[in-house]
Each structure stands twice: as structure tokens, then as C-alpha cells.
């Protein structure tokens, strides 16, 4: 199991850009693409939520790491939980970025 943790971790990658989380594969290919815009929460879980079966879409590379969960407004799948490196880093990041659309909304 530590070699599948070592291994996965360098299948799916995940980045933010352009007010866009992306979800890579190789940290090449993005497989898929959602609009900060669209997320209506995002938070923190234990990585017992990879293995629960639940309606979620999971990048699951990081076996026994913490995941985040997004769950968005609008689309076929609604939920997906992915695994990176600094979760709760990467939540306030996306937090932050929504603030300031708001922010921006309510100034425009």
C-alpha cells in the first residue's frame, strides 16, 4: 500500500488558474475544469471520504491523505473529492478567491 501512495500521487495533479480549479492527469492533461464561480462549498474531510460510497466523483491519488470536497451549484456531477498535498491551504485559497468575486460583484 506505501508504494501505491508514493506512485499515485504523481497521477492526478491540481492546480488553480485563471479562477478555474483543474484537475490534471500527469500534470499535463486536464481532465477536468470547474469554475470557482460554480463552487458553492468547499471544505476539509478525513480520507475516509474517498472510501465511503457516495454520489462524488473521486481523484483519490493520495490514499491516506485528507481530501478536500467540493461541492458545486450546477453540472451533472456535483460533488468531487480530491486529495493534494496541503488541503486546508488549498481550501482557504479557494476561499479567499471567492471573497473576492463577491467582493467584486457587489462593488461593480
Not at 500534470?27 to 480520507?47: A, H
Request: aromatic share 10%; charged share 30%.
Amino acid at each position: 500500500m506505501a508504494l501505491a501512495q508514493l506512485f499515485l500521487r504523481d497521477v492526478y495533479d491540481y492546480d488553480i488558474e485563471d479562477a478555474k480549479v483543474r484537475v490534471l492527469l500527469f500534470r499535463l492533461v486536464p481532465v477536468m475544469t470547474i469554475r470557482i464561480s460554480n463552487i458553492r462549498d468547499i471544505s476539509e474531510c478525513s480520507p475516509t471520504e474517498l472510501w465511503k460510497p457516495t454520489f462524488a466523483l473521486k481523484f483519490g491519488n493520495r490514499v491516506w491523505a485528507r481530501c478536500v470536497l467540493i461541492r458545486k451549484r450546477r453540472g451533472l456531477i456535483r460533488s468531487v473529492v480530491i486529495t493534494l498535498g496541503n488541503p486546508h491551504e488549498f481550501a482557504e485559497q479557494i476561499k479567499e478567491i471567492q471573497r473576492k468575486q463577491a467582493d467584486i460583484f457587489r462593488s461593480g
